[in-house]
């Protein structure tokens, strides 16, 4: 045996050497999967246990309860709840911003410091400077990433407008928190980091401005192990309703928490679906080249078994060769997949505000790498050797009966399809190994599938900030007041000079619920005739608030499994806190608009109110502009002042800088996918047909004409294979749309038409440099050598 084993070793190194072009053509698709299920799996890891590690190191709150004002003596009994481990409270508020680096008004969000103790929760990491002296009430801190993008040093002034009083503030340091990993102001997606501000200054200074001495409007709560959210959460309910509570609400609820969850979700599903795809396609081309190498050594293996070879020696032989053949993609992938991973966490990292994140690769990635990768090729060359290896002797080394040519179909297929000899003998190759030409296409569809998925989302999700910040919101600024205002509130910002036109709307916090369903989300007041601000659906159509009723935006029907014609609850947690019964009037999908749209004119009668708003959208001369923003920052009933344009800029570098290098990585691996494809299938049929091809040379065939009816085969399976790819990819897309929208967004389907477009360019560059490389083999076929071959 141990001379055998020498005899198929060297024979497996032959093989090897032999087939290196094919080697590296797989190699290619298989590091393609490999590198993308490395890269996915190592980043879910790397965040979930930055996530995890940061929460539980500075002891990030499992629940938050806002209220109008408590007393500090309230805390008593907060802490004595069953389930509550740990209570602190503090005091919130919003303000507006005047930083001289900075021309438009600055959204901020206020919270007084943590207490200075290490039980306390959400505590911050001092990245930069000092945390305010307690002594000193003019002395803040700030998230790094406002203070980095605003271009702020360490004693810089910040002019803050706090509940209607102007306060002159001094930056002391930079921070991070838990809280704001994900860092965002009403109407955003995604951070504005320049424009918007999360501040902490000492809470005495903080009360005295807000009036809330010895009081507090907000409580955090950390739960004891194993106790459940939804039973904490309603005694917190029921405890603050009397000081104003409007809803204790889960950390999964919370805005910076959901798009991590939802990061890590989008990695889960294309870890889920991607690598398969790449992996499955390598299998398919390892077994194609294993099922041709094994016919043609057909009688090879039964000279092997003659000589007292065991079929179980031969059949190792050959799951050897699958094996090697495997490796070189396998390392690859491994190594590609831990330099992606590495690049993606650079880009999480400025994304996600943590204070470290290290990609690492568990165990658990390379074991599943091995097995996604291993398993499938170890199978596939079983199959193709099986039916040769279980064959006597005397039947392996019998050259096999030849294909059957007489078919009257195949015949007037060929001779209908091609005008002359050398078109009418591609036409028969294809048609007569069916299964064979059938698998080429897949396998080359399969190759333009993904390019055209992974070419999409960045089209998608720039037609999604169009139709959000193009065709729904179309005013210059939205204005946003710290409290619910009157009308008159309405007629002092027309009286802005510089403003041309002013849409009123009205917002209110609200339970939505539908039997066990409930979502905690807003009702919105709109203009029916509204011009500035409009609700708009996922196709861009235009839709008015119904007079009565609600307009349920889908995510939030499906949520709560509603239809048009249902009534839905809405506990409205602000004002006199009605109860209200609300029919679902319309459903309709929009990119990012509200969850539930009413009149404005209703909602204020359903809140038992006057003619209130809270915030207008405006449009402006932009030669006032800079007019309009100091009268809107020295108003004490300004809470917030969004700039749209600016607003847009931020999204669409968002996406340019982020999304754009996740797209570009996907679409590179994808392309080494059609490239291994193209030349894979080129080599085997040149390697398949050497014989036939030497004839025609001798029979009188010029050179161009032998390569023709080769490369021919080749484009013939592109070209059918191309419709196939794009209408694929275009449904694979489709359905990651689904996966990827999430609770606060819908991206909306859509398709540029430049992206096919170029995913033909690619296969079509691919191909013809593999038609380059072939016809130069043809060009210098061994005429006697390839003769000399048995069929």
């Excluded at 392309?671 to 398949?688: K, Q």
Aim: proline residues 5%; without cysteine; aromatic residues 6%.
């Amino acid at each position: 045996m141990t001379g055998a084993g020498s005899t198929l070793n060297v024979k497996l190194l032959r093989d090897l050497w032999r087939l290196r072009g094919q080697a590296v053509a797989i190699a290619l698709v298989i590091a393609a999967g490999v590198g993308t299920m490395v890269m996915a799996v190592g980043l879910i890891g790397s965040l979930e246990a930055t996530r995890d590690a940061y929460y539980d190191r500075y002891r990030f709150a499992n629940v938050f309860a806002p209220l109008v004002r408590g007393p500090e003596t309230l805390m008593a009994r907060v802490r004595l709840l069953p389930g509550v481990a740990a209570a602190d409270s503090r005091i919130s508020t919003r303000a507006t911003l005047k930083v001289a680096q900075v021309v438009e008004p600055v959204t901020a969000r206020v919270h007084s410091l943590p207490p200075a103790r290490a039980s306390a929760l959400n505590r911050l990491v001092l990245r930069d400077g000092r945390l305010p002296d307690p002594r000193r009430s003019q002395e803040v801190v700030a998230n790094e990433a406002f203070v980095q993008a605003a271009g702020l040093v360490l004693g810089d002034p910040i002019i803050a407008v706090l509940h209607g009083k102007q306060v002159e503030l001094r930056l002391v340091g930079s921070v991070l928190s838990p809280e704001y990993v994900y860092a965002l102001t009403p109407g955003q997606i995604f951070p504005d980091n320049r424009r918007s501000a999360i501040l902490w200054l000492g809470r005495e200074p903080l009360a005295a401005t807000l009036d809330l001495n010895q009081a507090f409007n907000d409580v955090l709560v950390r739960l004891a192990p194993g106790e459940g959210v939804a039973e904490v959460e309603r005694r917190l309910d029921l405890l603050l309703a009397p000081y104003g509570g409007s809803g204790a609400y889960s950390r999964e609820q919370q805005v910076s928490d959901r798009f991590v969850a939802s990061e890590i979700d989008q990695l889960t599903t294309m870890a889920a679906l991607l690598p398969p795809i790449f992996l499955l396609v390598a299998a398919f081309l390892l077994n194609i080249v294993l099922a041709r190498l094994v016919d043609t050594e057909r009688e090879v293996i039964g000279l092997l078994k003659a000589f007292g070879f065991p079929v179980r020696a031969i059949m190792l032989h050959y799951v050897q060769l699958a094996i090697l053949l495997s490796l070189g993609g396998l390392a690859l992938g491994i190594g590609l997949g831990a330099w992606l991973g590495r690049g993606m966490a650079g880009i999480y990292q400025r994304f996600f505000t943590f204070p470290f994140l290290e990609f690492r690769i568990g165990p658990e990635a390379y074991l599943l790498a091995v097995a996604a990768t291993l398993i499938p090729v170890m199978l596939g060359a079983t199959t193709a050797v099986w039916r040769s290896a279980r064959l006597s002797p005397a039947d392996a080394m019998r050259p096999e009966a030849p294909p059957d040519y007489s078919s009257r179909l195949v015949s007037w297929l060929a001779g209908a399809l091609g005008p002359d000899e050398p078109s009418r003998i591609v036409a028969r190759g294809l048609l007569r190994r069916p299964l064979r030409s059938i698998l080429t296409v897949l396998g080359l569809a399969a190759a333009t599938m993904l390019y055209v998925a992974t070419a999409s989302p960045t089209a998608s999700i720039g037609r999604m900030i169009d139709l959000g910040f193009g065709a729904a919101d179309r005013s210059d600024l939205v204005v946003t007041f710290a409290e619910p205002r009157d009308s008159r509130a309405l007629y002092e910002l027309e009286r802005i000079p510089g403003v041309l036109q002013v849409q009123p709307f009205r917002t209110v916090g609200a339970r939505l619920r539908s039997g066990h369903h409930e979502v905690r989300e807003a009702l919105s007041g709109i203009e029916p005739a509204g011009d500035l601000s409009r609700v708009i659906d996922i196709e861009g159509q235009a839709s008015a608030p119904p007079p009565a009723g609600a307009l349920l935006e889908g995510r939030i029907a499906r949520q709560l499994g509603v239809g048009v014609g249902d009534t839905i609850e809405a506990a409205v947690t602000e004002g006199e806190r009605p109860a209200l019964r609300l029919s679902v009037a319309a459903v309709l999908d929009s990119p990012f608009g509200s969850a539930a749209s009413l009149d404005r004119a209703q909602l204020n009668r359903l809140m038992r109110e006057g003619d209130t708003l809270s915030g207008a959208y405006l449009r402006i001369d932009t030669a006032a502009l800079a007019g309009v923003y100091a009268r809107l920052n020295a108003s004490p009933m300004v809470a917030g002042v969004t700039t749209r344009s600016a607003l847009l800029r931020t999204m669409t570098e968002t996406v340019e800088q982020n999304f754009a290098i996740q797209t570009y990585f996907y679409v590179g691996l994808a392309m080494l996918v059609v490239v291994g494809v193209v030349y894979n299938s080129a080599r085997i049929s040149l390697s398949e047909r050497a014989r036939d091809l030497a004839s025609l040379r001798v029979l009188g065939f010029r050179r161009r004409e032998v390569a023709f009816i080769l490369l021919g085969e080749q484009a013939l399976l592109v070209m059918l294979a191309l419709p196939l790819g794009i209408w694929a990819g275009i449904e694979l897309w489709h359905y990651l749309i689904g996966e990827f929208s999430t609770e606060l967004f819908t991206i909306p389907f859509f398709i540029d038409p430049r992206i096919p477009a170029r995913g033909v360019l690619v296969v079509a560059a691919a191909a013809t440099g593999t038609a380059f490389l072939i016809r130069y083999r043809v060009d210098r076929l061994d005429l006697i050598r390839a003769l000399k071959t048995r069929e």
